[in-house]
């Protein structure tokens, strides 16, 4: 089977599907404009299936790579056999590749290589022929092998054993045989070595290899590495041995069978066990790995697509206590408009001092929203913010936002590149005021592994984490286009074909000549080819462009094609910039979409994705999701009674549950037990990042600030 072929069986997709990606891939393509441009090539493949194809095709090659560099590695030494060739070609992982090299690697100095060089392996073979019958008793045939180095029969027996032990610790179907029989059988255990609160729960704990749940992997696995437990595997010995001898003692009426049973013990004892379980748990930790990985790609996505607040002055407030809470008045495009310090909290408690600064900067800027920072003193922050509106009575509302990473991008070279003069405060209050304005355009400047919608991310194999993340942030943000003329180069550098020195080189120019008139104004920049305008163009818009369809997801080679399907049913550029052809997609339906295609010379997945676009110009795909909710008041855990229903905002899905933001200084635990009446295998079944939920109290702890939610019915 081809790795096209295995690609198609695994994604479940056609052969030729895979044979259009690959081919686009190879190309220099990247996922973005495939699975927005390309549908007709790929048969409409889109982003998440391209990711997964890029990755595993990218696997398969280098496995592919690898089993060719065996083979050469084993041929080199004259051992390369039909047989071994098959079994390598059958090797569906890397493992399963090393298991059947293992004979040949060149090994340190053991006891079977010592007893080899003393002419032992004779006598080795000799007992694994296992007759029924021999002439001889062995320590009589052994006493042939006595030399300087053998001093007796017994040591050449010895040596023999040990030889034999290491061809069975070499044996690749064995080993594939023992790593089943741990998956399916298996019980890994935890002993506590040390106090560690966190894992309690684990102190004296056991559970199934094959039933242990991701988020518990990975758990186990950081406790041990800060020394609060031991964790072992559990590999039922007992079977294991009973299989080996099963595949290695042919004949259990040879005189020599109890002999090659003792051998095998010793083998699987001395040599096998141990790397076995670390070979066990480095597989287990990989499938935990990718299930984070693939989890808090969800919430990360979730985060980012979540529903900017557009048009609203806001007030960004970075709590704190001893430096002040910094204040910054952020406009609706993203501008400082003022700052200014406050310290309504201890040890200062100047609260009328910061009631007077508030209000100035309320009336003065017209703020819409107050944005307040979760992180600390914000419960007390919160408070007086909430007593300072009702003061004032004006319609201005606030909410607490998330502030994950924004200390990161605050002490960063990027922050310090876009506000030189402001102290790291300062830009946490710019930042915190943005991420409500435009979540996406705010969080691409932080580094994914910092915004805290995950589990164990600092666990995780770091290239791969970036990998996952950067994709998943490649795919939000052309998912929903950036406007050229306004956009960071931090934003820009994640559109389909610029890279990081491109962005620069476009904000350089931007700033050299002004505004860009049109999309195709860009390849003016230095070092901007053609290859990357065609990845780029069509997540590139330019509201104020004389070309309407510069400011859509219509891509420049389609120009030619929409325009004529605006002359075939009498409208014009100006008609879609007055407000969009809301009738087109019904009198295209009429008309025969395929026909039409046809007349066009344009896929109908092409002609779909235009006629979406002319029907809202210039519209952002997160405009319908629900808006962030905003306060007047605040919520204590003391005002919270069981059965008491509230609206809230999943902050982060997790393996046995979600976090969700009830108004509340603490986040309440939605376990997954109570998202739903019926039963789910994972809370993202139901939940994602950003999402409104409405949830009852189950259970409030103020002491352990612990609140318990439910979603289902009473």
């Excluded at 859509?552 to 007055?578: I, R, W």
């Amino acid at each position: 089977m081809t790795i096209n072929e295995k690609l198609a069986l695994e994604l479940n997709i056609k052969v030729t599907q895979v044979n259009a990606a690959v081919e686009l891939l190879d190309a220099g393509n990247t996922v973005p404009f495939i699975s927005r441009y390309r549908k007709e090539v790929t048969g409409s493949l889109d982003d998440e299936q391209l990711r997964r194809l890029s990755e595993r095709l990218t696997y398969l090659r280098n496995l592919e790579e690898k089993r060719e560099d065996t083979k050469k590695l084993i041929d080199a030494q004259g051992k390369l056999t039909d047989e071994i060739i098959e079994a390598l070609d059958k090797a569906e992982t890397v493992t399963e590749i090393d298991d059947i090299y293992r004979p040949f690697r060149p090994k340190r100095r053991t006891r079977a290589s010592v007893a080899r060089e003393r002419g032992l392996e004779g006598l080795a073979k000799l007992i694994m022929e296992q007759r029924d019958s021999y002439d001889e008793p062995l320590d009589v045939s052994a006493a042939a092998y006595i030399n300087d180095d053998v001093p007796d029969s017994a040591a050449a027996i010895a040596g023999a054993c040990d030889i034999i032990a290491e061809d069975v610790s070499d044996n690749a179907d064995l080993r594939r045989g023992i790593r089943n029989i741990i998956n399916q059988w298996g019980i890994i255990e935890s002993k506590k070595l040390a106090d560690g609160p966190v894992y309690e729960q684990y102190y004296e704990y056991s559970e199934a290899v094959s039933k242990i749940p991701s988020h518990r992997i990975l758990a186990l696995n950081r406790a041990e590495k800060e020394g609060v437990l031991k964790v072992t595997v559990n590999a039922d010995r007992d079977r294991i041995l009973s299989f080996m001898n099963a595949v290695v003692t042919k004949n259990k009426k040879s005189p020599m069978a109890s002999l090659i049973s003792a051998t095998v013990e010793d083998s699987y004892d001395r040599l096998i066990a141990s790397s076995v379980e670390r070979e066990i748990r480095a597989e287990m930790f990989e499938r935990a790995s990718e299930a984070a990985i693939g989890l808090f790609s969800k919430n990360l996505r979730g985060l980012l697509m979540s529903a900017p607040l557009k048009g609203k002055t806001v007030l960004g407030y970075d709590p704190g206590y001893r430096t002040g809470c910094k204040l910054a008045v952020i406009t609706p495009t993203g501008s400082v408009l003022d700052t200014a310090v406050i310290y309504p909290t201890k040890p200062h408690e100047k609260i009328a001092e910061a009631k007077k600064i508030v209000e100035r900067l309320i009336r003065r800027y017209g703020v819409d929203v107050v944005a307040i920072g979760n992180g600390t003193a914000s419960g007390e922050s919160e408070m007086f913010i909430a007593e300072l509106l009702g003061e004032l009575k004006c319609d201005t509302k606030y909410i607490v936002v998330s502030e994950a990473g924004a200390s990161v991008y605050s002490a960063s070279k990027l922050g310090a590149e876009e506000f030189p003069d402001f102290d790291v405060t300062q830009r946490s209050a710019v930042s915190i005021a943005r991420r409500l304005q435009d979540p996406m355009a705010e969080l691409v400047k932080i580094d994914p592994k910092s915004i805290g919608v995950g589990q164990y991310q600092h666990d995780m194999k770091e290239s791969r984490l970036d990998e996952a993340l950067s994709g998943v942030v490649e795919d939000c943000v052309n998912s929903v286009g950036v406007d050229l003329n306004t956009a960071s180069y931090s934003l820009l550098s994640y559109i389909a074909g610029i890279n990081v020195t491109s962005a620069k080189n476009i904000v350089k120019y931007r700033d050299a000549n002004g505004e860009f008139a049109t999309r195709a104004e860009v390849l003016k920049v230095p070092r901007f080819g053609a290859k990357a305008y065609e990845q780029a163009a069509g997540f590139l818009r330019v509201p104020n462009s004389d070309e309407i369809l510069d400011n859509t997801g219509v891509h420049p080679e389609s120009y030619a094609a929409t325009k004529a399907l605006l002359t075939k049913f009498g409208y014009s550029e100006s008609d879609v910039a007055a407000g969009g052809l809301t009738r087109l997609a019904d009198e295209v339906k009429s008309y025969g979409i395929t026909k039409l295609s046809e007349e066009l010379s344009c896929g109908v997945p092409t002609l779909t994705d235009i006629i979406g676009e002319l029907a809202k110009p210039g519209r952002d795909v997160r405009d319908s999701l629900p808006l962030p909710e905003l306060k007047e008041r605040v919520l204590t855990m003391e005002d919270l009674t069981e059965g008491m229903e509230l609206s809230g905002v999943v902050r982060n899905v997790i393996d046995f549950g979600a976090f969700v933001d009830i108004g509340v200084h603490q986040d309440g635990l939605l376990h997954i037990s109570e998202i739903s009446d019926k039963f789910i295998k994972h809370p993202s079944e139901v939940l994602s990042v950003g999402m409104p939920v409405k949830v009852r109290v189950k259970s409030v702890d103020v002491q352990r600030k612990r609140i318990g939610l439910t979603m289902k019915k009473k």
